[in-house]
Protein backbone atom coordinates (compact mmCIF):
# COMPACT_ATOMS: atom_id res chain seq x y z
CA UNK A 1 0.00 0.00 0.00
CA UNK A 2 0.92 3.55 -1.01
CA UNK A 3 2.18 5.30 2.04
CA UNK A 4 0.80 8.89 0.38
CA UNK A 5 -3.02 8.49 0.13
CA UNK A 6 -4.98 9.64 -2.66
CA UNK A 7 -8.80 10.19 -3.35
CA UNK A 8 -10.31 7.51 -5.07
CA UNK A 9 -11.87 8.08 -8.59
CA UNK A 10 -12.96 11.94 -8.73
CA UNK A 11 -15.18 13.62 -11.27
CA UNK A 12 -16.06 17.27 -12.19
CA UNK A 13 -18.32 18.79 -14.51
CA UNK A 14 -16.84 20.90 -17.64
CA UNK A 15 -15.84 24.65 -16.47
CA UNK A 16 -16.15 23.66 -12.45
CA UNK A 17 -13.34 23.47 -9.73
CA UNK A 18 -12.11 19.75 -8.56
CA UNK A 19 -9.75 19.04 -5.43
CA UNK A 20 -7.60 16.20 -4.72
CA UNK A 21 -6.21 15.74 -1.93
CA UNK A 22 -2.96 13.36 -1.04
CA UNK A 23 -2.69 12.36 2.69
CA UNK A 24 0.34 11.53 4.04
CA UNK A 25 2.79 11.67 7.14
CA UNK A 26 5.57 11.99 4.95
CA UNK A 27 4.45 15.51 3.52
CA UNK A 28 4.66 17.38 7.09
CA UNK A 29 7.83 19.36 6.01
CA UNK A 30 7.89 18.59 2.36
CA UNK A 31 5.58 20.13 -0.33
CA UNK A 32 4.04 17.28 -1.92
CA UNK A 33 4.83 17.52 -6.11
CA UNK A 34 1.98 16.64 -8.62
CA UNK A 35 1.94 14.78 -12.35
CA UNK A 36 -0.60 14.71 -14.75
CA UNK A 37 -0.92 11.46 -16.93
CA UNK A 38 -2.95 10.34 -20.01
CA UNK A 39 -3.43 7.31 -21.27
CA UNK A 40 -0.19 5.98 -23.24
CA UNK A 41 1.73 9.15 -22.42
CA UNK A 42 4.62 9.74 -19.77
CA UNK A 43 3.57 11.65 -16.59
CA UNK A 44 3.63 15.84 -16.83
CA UNK A 45 4.77 17.49 -13.91
CA UNK A 46 2.10 19.74 -12.85
CA UNK A 47 2.73 21.48 -9.66
CA UNK A 48 5.64 21.25 -7.40
CA UNK A 49 7.11 23.37 -4.42
CA UNK A 50 4.93 26.21 -2.92
CA UNK A 51 2.65 25.99 -5.43
CA UNK A 52 5.00 26.57 -8.49
CA UNK A 53 3.64 25.18 -12.09
CA UNK A 54 6.32 24.52 -14.91
CA UNK A 55 6.45 26.91 -17.86
CA UNK A 56 3.11 25.70 -19.94
CA UNK A 57 1.20 24.49 -17.30
CA UNK A 58 -2.52 26.40 -17.25
CA UNK A 59 -3.16 28.82 -14.02
CA UNK A 60 -5.80 26.94 -13.46
CA UNK A 61 -3.85 24.66 -12.06
CA UNK A 62 -2.55 25.33 -8.38
CA UNK A 63 -1.34 23.38 -5.28
CA UNK A 64 -1.46 23.56 -1.41
CA UNK A 65 0.31 22.16 1.65
CA UNK A 66 -1.42 21.93 5.46
CA UNK A 67 -0.01 19.79 7.90
CA UNK A 68 0.08 15.68 6.43
CA UNK A 69 -2.48 17.08 3.35
CA UNK A 70 -1.55 18.34 0.43
CA UNK A 71 -4.37 19.65 -2.37
CA UNK A 72 -3.99 19.80 -5.76
CA UNK A 73 -7.37 22.50 -6.94
CA UNK A 74 -8.13 22.54 -11.00
CA UNK A 75 -10.06 25.83 -11.37
CA UNK A 76 -12.59 25.71 -14.21
CA UNK A 77 -11.69 22.17 -15.28
CA UNK A 78 -11.51 21.30 -19.06
CA UNK A 79 -11.63 18.28 -20.98
CA UNK A 80 -8.07 17.74 -21.49
CA UNK A 81 -7.51 17.95 -17.93
CA UNK A 82 -9.42 14.32 -17.80
CA UNK A 83 -6.40 12.18 -16.61
CA UNK A 84 -4.45 9.97 -13.87
CA UNK A 85 -2.83 12.85 -11.03
CA UNK A 86 -0.35 11.33 -8.99
CA UNK A 87 1.21 13.10 -6.00
CA UNK A 88 4.50 12.70 -4.67
CA UNK A 89 7.39 13.18 -2.21
CA UNK A 90 10.35 11.85 -0.65
CA UNK A 91 9.81 10.64 2.82
CA UNK A 92 10.75 12.72 6.22
CA UNK A 93 14.02 10.76 6.51
CA UNK A 94 14.92 11.94 3.19
CA UNK A 95 16.33 8.51 1.79
CA UNK A 96 13.40 7.86 -0.72
CA UNK A 97 10.47 8.87 -3.24
CA UNK A 98 7.13 7.83 -2.98
CA UNK A 99 4.07 8.29 -5.53
CA UNK A 100 0.66 7.91 -4.36
CA UNK A 101 -1.68 5.65 -5.97
CA UNK A 102 -3.05 7.99 -8.30
CA UNK A 103 -6.59 9.59 -8.84
CA UNK A 104 -8.58 9.50 -12.03
CA UNK A 105 -10.08 12.44 -12.98
CA UNK A 106 -12.86 12.59 -15.24
CA UNK A 107 -14.18 15.70 -16.64
CA UNK A 108 -17.89 15.49 -17.27
CA UNK B 1 17.38 22.07 -22.22
CA UNK B 2 18.37 18.28 -20.44
CA UNK B 3 17.77 15.27 -22.30
CA UNK B 4 17.51 11.93 -21.19
CA UNK B 5 18.31 8.71 -23.67
CA UNK B 6 18.22 5.09 -22.49
CA UNK B 7 18.32 2.11 -23.99
CA UNK B 8 18.12 -1.77 -22.81
CA UNK B 9 16.58 -4.98 -22.78
CA UNK B 10 12.91 -5.40 -22.94
CA UNK B 11 12.35 -8.58 -23.31
CA UNK B 12 13.50 -11.22 -20.83
CA UNK B 13 13.31 -14.46 -19.16
CA UNK B 14 11.89 -15.23 -15.59
CA UNK B 15 15.00 -15.48 -13.47
CA UNK B 16 16.91 -12.77 -16.02
CA UNK B 17 18.82 -9.44 -14.98
CA UNK B 18 17.26 -6.45 -16.27
CA UNK B 19 19.85 -3.85 -17.38
CA UNK B 20 18.78 -0.22 -19.01
CA UNK B 21 20.96 2.75 -19.07
CA UNK B 22 20.55 6.31 -19.39
CA UNK B 23 22.56 9.15 -20.66
CA UNK B 24 22.09 12.63 -19.66
CA UNK B 25 22.76 15.51 -22.49
CA UNK B 26 22.87 19.19 -21.97
CA UNK B 27 22.68 19.54 -18.20
CA UNK B 28 24.94 18.99 -15.12
CA UNK B 29 25.05 15.48 -13.38
CA UNK B 30 26.11 17.16 -9.87
CA UNK B 31 23.33 18.90 -7.73
CA UNK B 32 20.48 15.97 -8.79
CA UNK B 33 19.39 12.54 -7.95
CA UNK B 34 19.22 10.40 -10.79
CA UNK B 35 16.48 8.01 -10.20
CA UNK B 36 14.92 4.96 -12.06
CA UNK B 37 10.90 4.39 -12.01
CA UNK B 38 8.24 2.03 -13.45
CA UNK B 39 4.83 1.71 -14.36
CA UNK B 40 3.40 -2.45 -14.70
CA UNK B 41 0.66 -1.74 -17.07
CA UNK B 42 -2.47 -0.34 -15.89
CA UNK B 43 -1.11 0.44 -12.52
CA UNK B 44 0.43 3.13 -10.55
CA UNK B 45 3.95 5.06 -10.84
CA UNK B 46 6.56 2.97 -8.73
CA UNK B 47 9.89 4.50 -7.32
CA UNK B 48 13.14 1.71 -7.72
CA UNK B 49 16.11 3.63 -6.62
CA UNK B 50 18.14 6.31 -7.47
CA UNK B 51 21.67 7.67 -7.57
CA UNK B 52 23.39 11.46 -6.86
CA UNK B 53 26.34 11.84 -8.63
CA UNK B 54 28.65 11.05 -6.05
CA UNK B 55 27.59 7.83 -6.19
CA UNK B 56 25.60 7.05 -3.04
CA UNK B 57 22.07 4.97 -4.09
CA UNK B 58 19.05 4.85 -2.32
CA UNK B 59 16.57 1.99 -3.32
CA UNK B 60 12.81 1.14 -2.94
CA UNK B 61 13.06 -1.57 0.30
CA UNK B 62 10.65 -3.53 -1.55
CA UNK B 63 12.95 -3.82 -4.24
CA UNK B 64 16.82 -3.51 -2.34
CA UNK B 65 17.38 -7.04 -2.33
CA UNK B 66 17.36 -7.01 -6.21
CA UNK B 67 18.34 -3.54 -7.27
CA UNK B 68 21.45 -2.20 -8.22
CA UNK B 69 21.98 1.73 -9.02
CA UNK B 70 25.15 3.00 -11.00
CA UNK B 71 26.80 6.05 -12.34
CA UNK B 72 29.30 6.68 -14.89
CA UNK B 73 30.60 10.39 -14.01
CA UNK B 74 33.11 10.25 -16.86
CA UNK B 75 30.21 9.62 -19.44
CA UNK B 76 27.23 11.15 -17.34
CA UNK B 77 25.16 7.52 -17.40
CA UNK B 78 23.36 6.09 -14.60
CA UNK B 79 22.62 2.16 -14.98
CA UNK B 80 19.72 -0.28 -13.42
CA UNK B 81 20.12 -3.48 -12.85
CA UNK B 82 17.27 -5.77 -11.62
CA UNK B 83 18.30 -9.70 -10.67
CA UNK B 84 15.94 -12.23 -10.73
CA UNK B 85 12.84 -10.71 -12.90
CA UNK B 86 9.29 -12.07 -12.79
CA UNK B 87 6.50 -11.23 -14.77
CA UNK B 88 5.80 -8.88 -11.61
CA UNK B 89 8.29 -6.87 -13.17
CA UNK B 90 6.83 -6.28 -16.34
CA UNK B 91 6.56 -2.74 -16.74
CA UNK B 92 7.37 0.80 -18.50
CA UNK B 93 10.72 1.75 -16.79
CA UNK B 94 11.99 5.10 -16.88
CA UNK B 95 14.59 7.25 -16.16
CA UNK B 96 14.18 10.60 -14.65
CA UNK B 97 16.07 13.61 -12.99
CA UNK B 98 15.02 14.83 -9.67
CA UNK B 99 15.31 18.25 -8.73
CA UNK B 100 14.76 19.34 -5.59
CA UNK B 101 14.33 22.79 -3.85
CA UNK B 102 13.97 24.92 -0.27
CA UNK B 103 11.53 27.19 1.33
CA UNK B 104 12.92 29.36 3.52
CA UNK B 105 9.15 31.09 4.48
CA UNK B 106 7.84 27.65 5.46
CA UNK B 107 10.61 25.71 6.09
CA UNK B 108 9.86 22.77 3.58
CA UNK B 109 12.13 21.35 1.62
CA UNK B 110 10.21 19.59 -2.17
CA UNK B 111 11.33 17.26 -4.91
CA UNK B 112 10.41 17.09 -7.94
CA UNK B 113 10.91 15.05 -11.31
CA UNK B 114 11.81 17.10 -14.26
CA UNK B 115 13.24 15.35 -16.55
CA UNK B 116 12.00 12.23 -17.81
CA UNK B 117 13.68 9.32 -20.65
CA UNK B 118 11.14 8.12 -23.32
CA UNK B 119 10.94 4.73 -21.06
CA UNK B 120 11.59 1.00 -22.05
CA UNK B 121 8.77 -1.43 -22.18
CA UNK B 122 10.04 -4.60 -20.27
CA UNK B 123 8.37 -7.76 -20.81
CA UNK B 124 9.38 -10.84 -18.37
CA UNK B 125 7.79 -14.13 -20.41
CA UNK B 126 8.78 -17.58 -20.40
Known amino acids: SSELTQDPPVSVALGQTVRITCQGD??????ATWYQQKPGQAPVLVIY???KRPSGIPDRFSGSNSGNTASLTITGAQAEDEADYYC???????????FGGGTKLTVL | QVHLQQWGTGLLKPSETLSLTCAVY????????WTWIRQPPGKGLEWIGE???????NYNPSLKSRVTISSDTSKNQFSLRLSSVTAADTAMYTC????????????????????WGKGTTVIVSS
Open chain 1, 26 to 31: RLRGYY
Open chain 2, 51 to 57: VNHRGIT
Open chain 2, 96 to 115: VRTNSGYDLSTDSHYYYMDA
Open chain 1, 49 to 51: GKN
Open chain 2, 26 to 33: GGSFSGYY
Open chain 1, 88 to 98: YSRDSGGYRQI
